[in-house]
């Protein structure tokens, strides 16, 4: 067994360091504060060659994996620049399409896609169903002249005004009508100006350079060329997706955990309080050393997830208990570190508090966490299912 990086991987994962020379924590909190998208790092990602780090080289991306997608974004989270956009554009739509789509599919989307010009959101929420996926409504109702005609209601869809392309997950059988619960769902690329489609962005507590929004299709006007794989057999699709999401967004909460540790340390090591450093106190080491340890732990996890899945074995056990363990080092994380800065880390100088609400978004999204216990306790052990 080998845990070490190539030269390749070790250049990706220290790249996080040479973009944040540029595009630092300040800017990415600058932009978050007044939701704007960061379009010069995004755009500086992209002329790297990172957006299409899963994408085949024959369509303007490496041709790499999901550990080297894991690596870039643990990267650039150990930087304090997170970006939810790669996991809903690079990782989730655009890998999927060099994986799932048809020959004209990928030339027309990915170079676009790679080289930052074409972006993607990925459409499965909706405000009925929930978490409850099996219960969407959306339908792409099939005509007889083998269209389809897209109505209903996505939610919280990161990037949706932003981006040129949605990837929606919909039914094309509503889940009355089919004999298996995952029957019935198709994937279907839509373009976001197509005529029917109504978005407003939800005022969101959150402070994030990406927006959230509401998606409404209206007899949207689809064909065979929208269909991303087999109409029908979207469900086995949509899983190729979730467990890469869950590894990325993992990733994101351990980098995110680093940071914070990072910074806690050398605030730690130079503030003196009754004489001595603070960070002599075993009272502030200790949370710092248990969360270092359970941050290393999740990212371990998740690089096996990504690992798995790269080597087409089955990754849903690890990508499920590397997000919840990530999930709950980065909060840790983060928490043990504000601890350390006193007041100061309640203030706009230092920062740390506002790392805590992305970190606490991933104990609820994209999956939240007592649904990654299910999956752990009905799939990967064996018990009854509680729900
Ligand atoms: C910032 C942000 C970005 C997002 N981006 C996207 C995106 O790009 N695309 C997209 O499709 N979606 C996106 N989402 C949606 C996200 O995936 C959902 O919010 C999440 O899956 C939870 O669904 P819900 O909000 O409907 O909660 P609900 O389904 O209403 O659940 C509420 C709570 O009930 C509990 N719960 C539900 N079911 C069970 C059960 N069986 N057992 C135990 N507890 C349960 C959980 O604690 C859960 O948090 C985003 C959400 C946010 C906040």
Partial sequence: ???????????????????????????????????RFPEEMYGQIAADGFLGTMVPDAYGGSGLGMMEMLLFQEGIANEGVPLLSLVVGACMSMSI??????????????????????????????????????????????????????????????????????????????????????????????????????????????????????????????????????????????FESLNPERILGGALCSGLGRYAMGKAVEYANDRVVFDRPIGAYQALQHPLARAKTEVEMASLLARKAAWLFDNDMPCGAEANMAKLAASEAGIKAVDASLQCFGGNGFTKEYGIFDLYPLVRLTKTAPINNEMIHNYIGEHVMGLPRSY
């Fill in 1 to 35: 067994m080998d845990f070490d990086l190539s030269p390749e991987q070790t250049m990706i994962y220290e790249y996080g360091k040479s973009l944040a020379r540029t595009y630092d924590r300040a800017y990415w909190m600058e932009n978050a504060e007044i939701r």
């Fill in 97 to 238: 399409i060099g994986e799932r789509g048809t020959e004209k599919q990928k030339q027309q989307y990915l170079p676009g896609a790679c080289a930052g010009d074409i972006r993607f959101c990925f459409a499965i929420t909706e405000p009925d169903a929930g978490t409850n996926s099996i219960r969407i409504s959306t339908l792409a109702k099939p005509t007889p002249d083998g269209r389809f005609k897209l109505s209903g209601a996505k939610t919280f869809i990161t990037d949706a005004g932003e981006s040129d392309f949605a990837l929606v997950v919909a039914r094309t059988t509503p889940h009355t009508e089919v004999k298996r619960k995952t029957d019935g769902f198709t994937l279907f690329i839509v373009d976001s100006k197509a005529r029917g489609i109504e978005m407003q962005p939800i005022p969101m507590s959150i402070v994030l350079p990406e927006m959230q929004y509401q998606v409404f299709f209206d007899d949207v006007d689809l064909g065979p060329e929208n269909v991303l794989g087999e109409v029908g057999k979207g469900f086995d699709i949509l």
